[in-house]
């Protein structure tokens, strides 16, 4: 099975970003709110802070304590959004938990125009028509790969396995758009990997998928993450797929660094939004 690197993609799709911002005379200003201090999360924002750097960006860290209101950091949002040089607004989730049961309505007030991770709920309902202004950076990461191993998708059988709101669902979306038949699967089940042309599993177990389990050659985007050991893995088995034909987005190394790419995208075409050229 052939490995794809993530991190290789992250790279040409941020070169690229790079080299357009700078002809445009374009620096994208992301704004992160970051509620308490989760080291996970913190980690993840250095790596977003880090790409956005590397196309010519600048971030904006808006860091806000655990036991912040629900008020207050609503109002610290509507700052951002009223203010020019911001080109877009991340929330980083989860939220301290008293905040994750108002989720939605945070989320909601995120202008769309500045909504760079497509989570707002008018971005995401906007989804399923032709309006919305950006979707998912999970969903477009998994739709990049499966673009880059199969330019027309006619005829592949399409498994997803979960049930998010960042990945799953946007990515169901837009396949079922582009009029390709999808099966959903709220997790993964045995015989999935046998059944599929292409597989994104996001909920399952830690290294379920192995050898045995696969046939023909598909591709299979691991989009699970979990902690054994001392070292992260997914759903699928790396080791044991060595001898099985096709392609395999793995984890570490594979889906999360096309995500953060796929944030730089959108923040550049917010910042080109904002300045009037798109």
Same mark, same amino acid.
């Given at each position: 099975?052939?490995?794809?690197s993530?991190t290789?993609?992250?790279? =040409?799709?941020?070169?690229?970003l ?14 992160i709110?970051?509620v ?12 977003? =802070?880090?790409?956005?750097? !590397?196309?010519?960006?600048?971030? @904006?860290?808006v ?10 950091l ?9 203010d ?5 607004i991340?929330l ?8 994750e049961?108002?989720k939605?309505?945070?989320?909601g007030?995120?202008?769309? =125009?500045?909504d760079v991770?497509?989570?707002t709920? $008018?971005?995401?309902?906007?989804? $399923?028509?032709?309006? $919305?202004? +950006?979707? !998912?950076?999970?969903?477009? $990461?998994?739709?990049?790969v499966i673009?880059?191993?199969?330019? !027309?998708?006619?005829g592949?059988k399409?498994?997803?396995a979960?049930? !998010?709101?960042?990945v799953? /669902?946007?990515? %169901?979306?837009?396949?079922l758009?582009?009029?390709?038949p /999808? #099966? ?13 042309? &292409? ?5 399952? %177990? ?14 299979? &985007?691991?989009?699970? +993450?979990?902690?054994e ?14 001898? #099985?034909g ?7 190394g ?10 730089c ?6 910042? @080109?939004r ?5």
């Amino acid at each position: 099975m052939e490995v794809i690197s993530g991190t290789r993609i992250a790279q =040409e799709i941020r070169e690229g970003l790079r080299e357009a911002n700078l002809n445009d005379g374009i620096k994208p200003v992301l704004a992160i709110i970051v509620v308490g201090d989760r080291q996970d999360n913190l980690v993840y924002v250095r790596l977003k =802070e880090k790409a956005v750097a !590397s196309i010519g960006g600048e971030t @904006r860290m808006v860091l806000l304590p655990e036991d912040i209101g629900k008020q207050d950091l609503l109002t610290a949002i509507e700052e951002l959004n009223q203010d020019n040089k911001v080109d877009g607004i991340l929330l980083q989730l989860p939220l301290p938990d008293e905040l994750e049961k108002e989720k939605e309505e945070i989320l909601g007030a995120i202008k769309i =125009e500045k909504d760079v991770d497509g989570f707002t709920p $008018a971005n995401r309902g906007r989804l $399923a028509g032709d309006g $919305a202004l +950006f979707v !998912s950076c999970a969903a477009l $990461a998994c739709l990049e790969v499966i673009d880059r191993v199969y330019p !027309s998708l006619e005829g592949k059988k399409i498994i997803l396995a979960g049930d !998010s709101f960042d990945v799953v /669902v946007p990515l %169901a979306t837009i396949l079922l758009k582009r009029q390709y038949p /999808v #099966s959903l699967y709220p997790c993964y089940q045995d015989g999935l990997a046998g059944k599929a042309d &292409i597989l994104m599993v996001e909920k399952g %177990a830690p290294r379920i998928i192995r050898e045995a389990d696969i046939q023909g050659e598909p591709l299979i &985007i691991d989009a699970g +993450f979990y902690w054994e050991s001392g070292s992260s893995c997914g759903n699928v088995h790396c080791e044991s797929v060595t001898g #099985s034909g096709g392609y395999l987005l793995p984890v570490p190394g594979g889906l999360g660094p096309v995500l953060i790419a796929k944030l730089c995208e959108n923040v550049s075409r917010a910042a @080109r939004r904002n300045r009037g050229q798109v």
